[in-house]
């Protein structure tokens, strides 16, 4: 398993990866969702990379307390947090 930071920024990720391809990870955990305001830095950089193609994740943390607040990778929960929680649209009257 490769642990990733869900705080990285897209090029740490990247950097990461490559550094990492040549003991081949078979999977990966994503750790600090909780501490992360969004997580499409982080996956896009993961879906970007040539060094990681086909490596699954497998696990996610949300939380200080391991082994509490581990969880097996939930690609609903993911694609939920892939945008800022709030997202503020001003509301525009028509003309």
């Given amino acids: 398993h490769l642990v990733l930071s869900a ?3 897209a090029s740490t990720i990247q950097s990461a990866l490559r550094g990492f391809a040549p003991v081949r990870p078979t999977a990966a955990i994503l750790t600090k969702l909780d501490e992360a305001p969004q997580t499409a830095s982080v996956l ?11 490596v ?5 943390t949300n939380g200080q307390q391991v082994p509490d607040d ?4 939930d690609a609903g929960i993911l694609l939920s947090r892939l945008l800022p929680a709030k997202v503020i649209v001003p509301h525009m009257e028509a003309a």
Avoid: E, K
């Fill in 70 to 73: 581990i969880s097996t990778a």
């Fill in 56 to 60: 699954p994740l497998s696990y996610m």
């Fill in 7 to 9: 705080t990285s920024s």
């Fill in 44 to 54: 896009s950089a993961i879906a970007a990379t040539d060094h990681f193609a086909g």
